[in-house]
């Protein structure tokens, strides 16, 4: 059975930095591309960042120069380092096998003085 398992959200400051993690059971995850997405109240969820099985990375542009994907293929874990948040990285962040249609439950990034 494929599970992905988030953590690391919290509440931040404004500036402030978080790591989340998105650990995956079943062998697909070492040939498969990984994405974080993120879904605001009132809004649609939205790809935050994508990473291939090479390590090729593609992010949003509001992210771009602030977050960092990457994945270790032996901990089958993807992980997405977010510096200087802002108010508006306020969402449920979800981790996302692509194609194969496998979505984490969510963790909650608040930011907020």
């Known amino acids: 059975q494929v599970q992905l398992v988030e953590s690391g959200g919290g509440v931040v400051q404004p500036g402030g930095s978080l790591r989340l993690s998105c650990a995956a059971s079943?062998?697909?995850?070492?040939?498969?591309?990984m994405g974080w997405y993120r879904q605001a109240p009132g809004k649609q969820r939205e790809l935050v960042a994508r990473?291939?099985?090479?390590?090729?990375?593609n992010y949003a542009d509001s992210v771009k120069g602030r977050f960092a994907i990457s994945r270790d293929n032996a901990k089958n874990t993807v992980y997405l380092q977010m510096n200087n948040l802002k108010p508006e990285d306020t969402a449920v962040y979800y981790c996302?096998?692509?194609?194969?249609?496998?979505w984490g439950k969510g963790t909650l990034v608040t930011v907020s003085s």
């Open positions: 079943g062998s697909f995850f070492s040939v498969n591309p």
């Open positions: 990473i291939s099985s090479g390590g090729t990375t």
């Open positions: 996302n096998a692509i194609f194969l249609g496998y």
